[in-house]
């Protein structure tokens, strides 16, 4: 079968950096997206990786291991707007979609 | 602009009702899906159509079914036989479609369905 993990909730305050993780198992791998939610609303594109390492745009990276079925999205500077669900999605034997970690940004 | 509009925003269905949720895309995505949402959770899909006039099961397509008649339109069925079928509803589209895609998703704003 197929599995996504992700922390639940997370809390980190305006101007700092967070790391949001995600780890999955698939027998069949073609790549990782991540997605913003706000509450309410629909899921915006963030980040997609297919080979290993880091990809950089602007104030969000995004990492992937295929080795470690690892992926991490890394939020710099942070702002109040970021306050969000963020959800990563595994294209593999099916597409799936983590939980979701919900990320507080306090002042 | 181009997007995808759903509609209605909210939905209210009565015990053995079906109803449908309509999905229309003006992107020229060839692939569109439908996600099921529950509170404090991630996406499950439910459907999903490469092509028109050809569609796929997802995770959990029991009481839903689907139709693609024009590229542009995928409406999803939620019949009675989902016995809870409360919940957020999202479709989304794509370029190309599953599995070797790596085009993102694009979504509609959700429709919200719950039971009266």
Redesign the interface.
């Known amino acids: 079968g197929q599995n ?1 993990d992700q922390p639940t909730e997370m809390t980190a305050t305006e101007g700092a950096i967070v790391q949001i993780n995600c780890t999955y198992q698939t027998s ?1 791998f ?2 990782l ?1 991540w997605y913003q939610q706000h509450a309410g ?5 963030l980040s ?1 990786n ?1 080979l290993d390492g880091l990809e950089e745009k602007g104030r969000f990276s995004s990492f992937l291991s295929r080795s470690k079925g690892y992926s991490y999205l890394l939020l710099k500077e942070l702002q109040m707007k970021d306050s969000a669900s963020y ?1 990563c ?1 595994v ?1 593999g034997q ?7 970690t919900r990320l507080s940004v306090l002042p | 602009d181009g997007g995808i509009t759903q509609s209605p925003k909210y939905l209210f269905r009565k015990e053995g009702q079906n109803v449908t949720l309509s999905c229309e895309q003006n992107l020229n995505h060839d692939a569109m899906y439908w ?1 099921r949402q529950d509170p404090g ?5 439910i459907y ?1 159509s490469q092509i028109v006039n050809d569609f796929q099961k ?2 959990i397509a029991e009481g839903y079914s689907v139709s693609r008649e024009k590229k542009e339109s995928f409406p999803l069925t939620v019949t009675s036989a989902q016995k809870n079928p409360t919940a957020f509803y ?1 479709c989304a589209s794509s370029i190309q479609g ?5 085009q ?7 429709t919200r369905l719950s039971i009266l």
Not at chain 1, 94 to 100: D, L, S
Not at chain 2, 41 to 45: F, P
Not at chain 2, 104 to 110: A, L, N, S, W
């Open positions: 996504i069949g073609n790549g997206f609303e629909a899921p915006t594109f997609y297919v959800l999605a294209n099916n597409f799936v979609f983590g939980p979701g | 996600y959770q991630g996406l499950r899909l999903y997802g995770d999202l599953l599995p070797y895609s790596n993102p998703q694009h979504f509609g704003d959700g």
